[in-house]
């Protein structure tokens, strides 16, 4: 039993150097085998083994990483939290995943700093206001809470915003989601391991996945860089890198793998209160608790794997924000930073069953999985433990893009570098 | 930013390109439904060199095959298509 | 300041003090040349800033970018920039800067309060607490984040601009230290075009703090630049890309002042042939408690404000160092008349002291005592034993860390250099190489820190100690990443560059590992932080959107039309006369085409000219629907899918001649379909005899519709116009025209395309003519009030890129015979399913129809479609609407409400059929 985390403890330590805190998690040796393996010690896949063990009591779970768990993209996002899509397959997906945000923190014993500041897309003409108050009213049909703001509303919130006539896309409106917000996004890695952890799940870093033990049409395994271990059911979820792991049991996915760039400025006081995102521009702004404004825009809509960005697609958003705020003109870019997405071809996940048995796909997250963190891990965690997708998400399968029921949000088709 | 030496034009810096997509992923108008939406809709996201078409969208419009490394960035190869290179 | 003259920092010798400057209100004076930190060590005010965990005072660390404490906010309204740091600042006359994070002021803080409960807030405390309901995290939030955040942002707009460049060289060298300047002088006189940049500005690198007479940078530069380079001072290399491609930014005013020609940077975009880094050393801090006080001192930048500035930042000096280097600071100290107390030595033995200087050897310093602006005394563990020294400044030096930041960015690697312990440079996979002390750091053994660990402070801005460092570890924090996230070590506006070896050490201690086998975190671009306002350039006042303008823009503008931005263009929307709205114009102008005739600007259409004998067979892959019986004169309505087999464009395609055809499609989709056109062609058809022109700005077009179109062409060409999607050349005002018999009002109407230069004398010809028959010109809004009631679908309304020909009502018209984009995708069973949202038309029952709103069945219940478009009829009046609701195509007659929550507005709506108006097109009749 770990030492619980609270305020008392902490002034506890105060007293003794902080001296009496274990370790998050262990650090074990992999067994031969276990009832369930999640390749991929992210967000999702710690989150899908935390709810593996708690919701249904299968603790007989390891989760495979290749680097330091927390590594990829839920350590290089940037940290928004929301529900408020058009299609009902998303919101209520999503809204499903905001409703454990909420409790997240309390659930893990660990503070996530989920903080529900309000997230605002803001429309430019009468065409993005309509198309704000359709999204707004279908998630509101739904019972996913959604307002609009007038100018003035919206000048009460973020009064940095160029509201004026004259400003190249003056602003007209917003829609927001009070509910929604931001976390710290390695709490959010580090919280479930710990939780998942605590519940017997072995978390196993510098363990990469190199291929998969096959017997006929079922996977029974995987072959590592610290041996081979067996397992009845292996869900894949390597955001990112999911066609090339897929690849190594010779699936083809409807992924693309591109970067996604994101940066912070130095830190400033409180300047940005909401998130802001827009229904014409292409980039979203918020202010990390350290005062850092953080954003981010459009993927290098090519494929590659190496996280290096391109240095002009970063000035594209950076132009968009600062005609959109100006007073961020004279702040400094601090960081960027880049992630591998895993773009799908209709801009939705892939959650589910693969045509070979016994392996599992959590994928094709492009550039919203951190959101999505607990909704994924618990739908999938209902995947793995029952073989069948939960209702959220079974109308992301894989199958989908063959039978043509696609789930496209943005509504510009397979080529994800249109998107 | 890459520099891409366009077959026409010579080297030019990258943002005067678009990417389209992989070779493997051009549908053939004439392909079956099942061959055709195989080829939309799945990659082989090598972690290495793949073919894929860009064209030089703002430069001389034309279509090319570039051979290129999804982690180094290298471009080892690149080809013209479109009418003027059937010749 | 110090009371007594003897003690703090202060002028080796006054009286060229002529810049009159500000900090914190009270006026200054400084020397050109000086830096901000230099002209207030001058000045005796050594605290500067205040930390930002436990707002402890903090002072001048260090001579250069590297610095962690010394922060500030300078100049003033849209001009100010927080967080600067006061080594990289040149004084300017009249200067304004305002010290940070702290309230009331900087020498009393209340929230060094903060500072009391240190031994709680450790690592990752916040992890730890603040629990319950997100809401109540809000709260607790509200207070850190007013406790977070260093300086205030401006809120007032930026007067000044940025301007961008692109730069073209064989040799990029980076650094003009010796070993910089050397290389860029070898180039340029091989013959090779370079560019030298360099941060400073001045040029010469370490020489300006080591001087060697041999060496002359500013006749080097004179000659560098009359071979022909280009050398940029006050310019950082803050960015390596892929294929040798360089970010740089070049300051072409300080921080804060007001720029000469309007321009306060400029950022470089370069492509060199081959990059030398030349980027030195950064020195390491020294671990012990309380070494985060104003008064501890990086070494080299001891001697720097000695040597260059003529400061002297102490008078009673302690030197700690595990090298040779710290000796020569000893020596410029002593000459400038300081007295050097004692010169601790963490190694067994070392060179030769200046005389009178006491050296110890295995001596390391444990803790100093600080007044307000400088030390009290500094204690040393000297061979096991403290001794105390009365001291105001300890110069420190724990070793030499080479500046790779722009290797690694290129995708280089580094090796370790266990005599210096330090990390160097190693292979590249790009054409750049690292010379100079950067490739060859002086021999530093590891020291084991003799302080306590809770204020031995690492990380300074971030307030990160080794205590930090070891809870982390504890915790199980163990991969050199999380260390760094947990702790937030080398997150702060520094970016860890005085940290993060440190900090690497005492993992590889913990970890019980040499340090190349703890790990190292990879930089990223920028190398310092870069200004926003610098990476925006012109695009911070147009969001990089340019706006494009139509031909006949200054025509409608006398019209005071009320403008409708679509895309990057600006289209009339209505042209309202006698004060009316924007509904009453548009529905006059509506009513107008209705009963008379009105003229639109459809310019921004989309058009391809297609020619050859394969024109017919590439339009058939593109267009849906059949085109090659198409007879010539003739036009027909077409849809394109995508190759997923959804609409994503209409238009309509005409036969001009035999073998020429003109395609029409959307306004926002032209781009898309100019790209997808040429896709087709070059990729899929390169074997077709034909050629795709995008004649979109070639053509301006005018719409003329209404019942008295037909006759004001007529009486305008002097000929009978085409018959309804018929198609006729003209000639129009003395100009020759395409007059397209095509309609989108349900009116009997015209499309006339002109050559754009040529177009306004013909919208004047075709204005005079309809105004003459009572009629006037109409904008984009009466055209969608038209098309709706004609049931009309729109790119972006219905077409809404989930839609399939079949839910639009536009299955019939598909080629039977396939063939076209598309229709492979189309055979996917999920677009024929039942469910399906189909276009239809909505008729109010009870209330105002609201665009975008939901259709229910009843209250509560999940949407089963929604309004694309609501209007109203146009002469009768009554509200309608266009739709997609699930399987509409069998619900015709159905009553249902539309709802918006978000509006708080409701109708009650009759399904019906999307035709309107004159459903069998009687009115397309002559």
Sequence with gaps: MKTPYSAFSLLRGAFNGQKHWEPAWRDPEPRSSYDVIIIGGGGHGLAAAYYLAKVHGIRNVAVLEKSWIGGGNVGRNTTLVRSNYRLPQLHNFFEFGLKLWHNLSDDLNYNVMFSPRGAMFLGHNDGDMIKLAERGDAMRCDGIDAELLSPKQIAKIEPLLDLSRSARFPIDGALIQWRAGTARHDAVAWGYARAADALGVDIIQKCEVTGFVRDGNRITGVETTRGRILAARTGICVAGHSGHVAGLAGLRLPIEAQTLQALVTEGVKPMVQSVIMSQSLHCYISQSDKGGIVMGGDPDNWPSYARRGQPTIKEGAIAQAVSMMPALSRLRMLRTWSGVTDMSFDGAPIIGTTPIDGLYLNAGWCYGGFKATPASGWTYAHTLATGKPHELNAPFSLERFMTGATIDETAVGPMPNHR | MYQIACPHCGPRAQTEFTYERTTDSVVDPAADAHTAMHALYTRANPMGLDDEVWRHTYGCRAWMVLTRHRVTHEITAVKAIGPEALA | ?926
């Design chain 3, 1 to 926: 300041m110090s009371a007594d003259k003897t003690r703090g920092p202060t002028r080796a010798k006054t009286g060229e003090e002529t810049i009159a400057f500000t900090f914190d209100g009270t006026t200054y004076h400084a020397r050109p040349g000086d830096t901000l930190a230099a002209a207030l060590l001058a000045n005796g005010v050594g605290l500067v800033g205040r930390s930002f965990k436990y707002h402890r005072p903090r002072g001048i660390m260090t001579a250069g970018i590297e610095e962690p404490n010394a922060l500030v906010t300078v100049g003033k309204g849209g001009r100010a920039e927080p967080n600067t740091r006061a080594t990289d600042l040149f004084v300017y006359p009249g200067m304004m800067v305002q010290s940070q994070n702290r309230w009331p002021s900087l020498a009393f803080d209340v929230a060094a309060i903060f500072g009391l409960a240190a031994p709680a807030l450790g690592a990752g405390f916040y992890y730890k607490t603040f629990f319950g309901p997100a809401k109540h995290w809000l709260r607790y939030e509200a207070f850190i984040r007013r406790a977070a955040g260093l300086g205030n942002a401006p809120t007032e707009p930026d007067p000044d601009n940025f301007s961008q460049t692109a730069g073209f060289c064989d040799v990029l060298v980076v650094g003009s230290g010796p070993a910089g300047l050397k290389a860029a002088l070898e180039a340029a006189e091989a013959g090779s075009r370079v560019m030298l940049v360099e941060q400073d500005a001045v040029p010469g690198g370490s020489l300006l703090r080591d001087p060697d007479p041999a060496i002359d940078p500013a006749a080097m530069v004179e000659r560098i630049k009359a071979l022909g380079g280009k050398v940029l001072l006050r310019t950082t290399a803050s960015g390596y890309w892929d294929h040798n491609f360089l970010t740089l930014s070049q300051r072409l005013a300080e921080p804060g002042a007001v720029p000469p020609h309007g321009f306060a940077q400029r950022l470089w975009h370069v492509r060199a042939g081959r990059v030398v880094l030349a980027t030195g050393l950064i020195e390491r801090p020294v671990p012990f408690a309380n070494n985060d006080h104003p008064g501890v001192m990086l070494s080299q930048a001891v001697r720097s404000y000695v040597r260059r500035w003529g400061v002297l930042p102490g008078q009673r000096v302690v030197i700690a160092t595990n090298n040779d280097d710290a000796y020569l600071t000893a020596q410029a100290l002593v000459e400038a008349g300081a007295e050097v107390v004692a010169l601790l030595d963490a190694r067994a033995s070392g060179p030769a002291a200046p005389a009178g200087v006491t050296v110890y050897h295995d001596a390391r310093p444990s803790s100093v005592t600080g007044r307000k602006h400088a030390l009290r005394n500094v204690t040393a563990v000297i061979g096991g034993s403290e001794q105390s020294f009365d001291a105001d400044l300890i110069a420190v030096s724990g070793g030499f860390v080479p500046v790779s930041h722009l290797h690694m960015q290129a995708g280089g690697k580094l090796t370790w250099n266990e005599e210096a312990q330090a990390f160097v440079p190693g292979e590249t996979p790009q054409v750049c190489e690292t010379i100079g002390s950067a490739l060859h750091p002086p021999a530093a053994p590891a020291a084991a820190p003799a302080g306590k660990a809770k204020t031995s402070f690492v990380d300074f801005q971030n307030d990160v100690s080794l205590a930090d460092i070891d809870l982390a570890w504890q915790e199980g924090y163990r991969s050199v990443e999380h260390l760094k996230r947990y702790t937030t070590l080398g997150m702060a506006t520094d970016q860890g560059k005085t940290s993060n070896m440190t900090a690497l050490s005492r993992l590889a201690e913990k970890q019980g590992v040499t340090v190349p086998q703890a790990g190292l975190t990879t930089f990223r671009p920028p190398y310092t932080p870069v200004t926003m306002g610098l990476l925006a350039g012109a695009g911070a006042r147009n969001a990089g959107a340019h706006v494009r303008r139509i031909p006949l823009h200054d025509l409608h503008e006398a019209q005071e039309p009320i403008w409708q931005p679509l895309g990057y263009w600006f289209r009339p929307r209505a042209y309202p006369v006698d004060g009316e709205g924007l509904v009453a114009a548009a529905l006059r102008e509506a009513q107008t085409v209705r009963t008379v005739a009105g003229l639109s600007d459809v310019s921004t259409l989309g058009k391809f000219e297609v020619s050859g004998p394969d024109a017919a067979a590439l339009l058939e892959l593109v267009c849906a629907t059949t085109v090659g019986k198409l007879a010539v004169g003739r036009g027909r309505y077409t849809f394109m899918l995508r190759e997923d087999g959804f609409v994503f464009d209409d238009g309509t395609v005409w036969r001009l001649a035999e073998n020429r055809y003109l395609l029409t499609s959307s306004t926002g989709g032209a781009d898309r379909m100019a790209h997808h056109i040429s896709y087709v062609r070059n990729s899929l058809r390169p074997d077709l005899k034909c050629s795709v022109v995008n004649v979109q700005e070639h053509y301006a077009g005018i719409a003329l519709a209404g019942p008295g179109s037909r006759r004001i062409l007529a009486a305008l060409t002097g000929a009978e116009p085409p018959r309804h999607m018929g198609y006729a050349p003209g000639v129009l005002a003395g100009t020759p025209v395409h007059v397209l018999a095509a309609s989108y009002s349900g009116e009997r109407a015209f499309e006339i395309h002109v050559e754009a230069t040529h177009a306004a004398e013909v919208w004047r010809a075709i204005e005079a003519a309809t105004r003459a028959a009572g009629g006037a010109p109409y904008g984009l809004e009466a055209m969608e009030l038209l098309r709706i009631e004609k049931g009309h679908v729109v790119v972006g309304g219905e077409v809404d890129g989930r839609s399939t020909p079949h839910d639009l009502g536009l299955g019939g018209m598909l080629n039977k015979a396939g063939g076209f984009i598309g229709a492979a995708g189309l055979t996917r069973p999920a677009l024929s399913a039942p469910s399906r949202n189909n276009l239809v038309g909505l008729v109010s029952l009870e209330g105002p129809i609201p665009e975008g709103g939901m259709l229910i069945q009843r209250a509560g219940q999940s949407p089963q479609g929604h309004v694309t478009a609501a209007a109203r009829r146009i002469l009768e009046g009554g509200a309608i609407a266009l739709a997609l609701l699930e399987g509409g195509h069998k619900r015709h007659g159905e009553e249902l409400i539309v709802t918006s929550p978000t509006r708080g507005e409701k109708a009650r709506v009759r399904v019906t059929s999307p035709h309107f108006y004159d459903p069998a097109g009687e009115r397309y009749r002559d």
